[in-house]
């Protein structure tokens, strides 16, 4: 069997984890922010309701 290498786990995670999860808060009517790994949680715009 072949070791496979981080990124390719990172990959399996966020394509058999996370993006699924997302998904289903969409249907769930959710405003989803997908962030990307480069981004800072002060990239992005604050709401308070």
Same mark, same amino acid.
């Given at each position: %069997? /072949?070791? !496979?290498?981080?990124?390719?786990?990172?990959?399996?995670?966020? /394509?058999?984890?996370? !993006?699924?999860? !997302?998904?289903?808060?969409?249907? %769930?009517?959710?405003?989803?922010?997908?962030?990307?790994?480069?981004?800072?949680?002060?990239?992005?715009?604050?709401?308070?309701?």
């Amino acid at each position: %069997m /072949n070791k !496979l290498s981080q990124q390719q786990i990172k990959l399996d995670e966020r /394509n058999h984890v996370e !993006l699924p999860l !997302l998904d289903q808060f969409k249907g %769930m009517g959710w405003e989803v922010l997908d962030l990307q790994a480069q981004q800072t949680p002060g990239e992005i715009p604050q709401q308070l309701d």
